[in-house]
């Protein structure tokens, strides 16, 4: 297991365990996360522990025309039960994912550094948020970062039945039309894959990665 310290450094991501644990240990500096990012390494760790870094095999993805909208899911959209915004409210899309109750989890993984730490990267052009209203409330919403041409799903929030989802189908079909190579989804999650999300190599993924970004 390697440890990180003061230098900006991660190891080759060939050299992840079978759970996709990479390294430990190092900061959440806006320039270690932003290297982290473009050579396919995320963090997820709890409070109370060290940083831990990621880069699972397979990793989860959305290619943005791969995307699968339910008859059901289309009709709700119509009605226009929700309003969509983009990036208009990136400090209460995370406060809202860091502190929503989940059935599948006993607390939350956005520790407090985590919040302030992506919360940097918003002010520096990085991390966005797609957030959905209903009747002037905030009622879901997700964020991740934005590379340019790849976007990093982190985490997602819904008050309401559908909204994430509503969230998710409308990023999707932005980055779709802006040309958008995928959408790292990094674990298998059910419900992503009812959307159009899949598993792909970890070489697959990080050769989509290099082919722009040169870490």
Partial sequence: MI?????LYFPDVKTANQDGILAVGGDLSAERLILAYKSGIFPWY????????YSPDPRMVLFPEELKVSKSMRLLLKKNIFSITYNQNFSEVIH????????DQPGTWITDDMEKAYNQLHHLGYAK?????????????????DLGN????????SKTSNASKAAFIYL????ADERYKLIDCQV????LASLGAREIPRKEFIKILSSTYQT
Avoid: A, T
């Fill in 96 to 103: 809202q994912c860091k502190i929503i109750d989940r059935k």
């Fill in 129 to 145: 948020s797609v957030e959905v209203w209903q009747e002037k409330q905030l009622v879901g919403g997700l964020y991740g970062i």
């Fill in 150 to 157: 790849i976007f990093c799903g982190e985490s997602m929030f």
């Fill in 46 to 53: 709890n409070e109370g522990e060290p940083v831990i870094w």
């Fill in 188 to 191: 298998y999650n059910k419900h």
């Fill in 172 to 175: 999707s079909q932005k980055l």
């Fill in 3 to 7: 440890i990180l310290g003061k230098q």
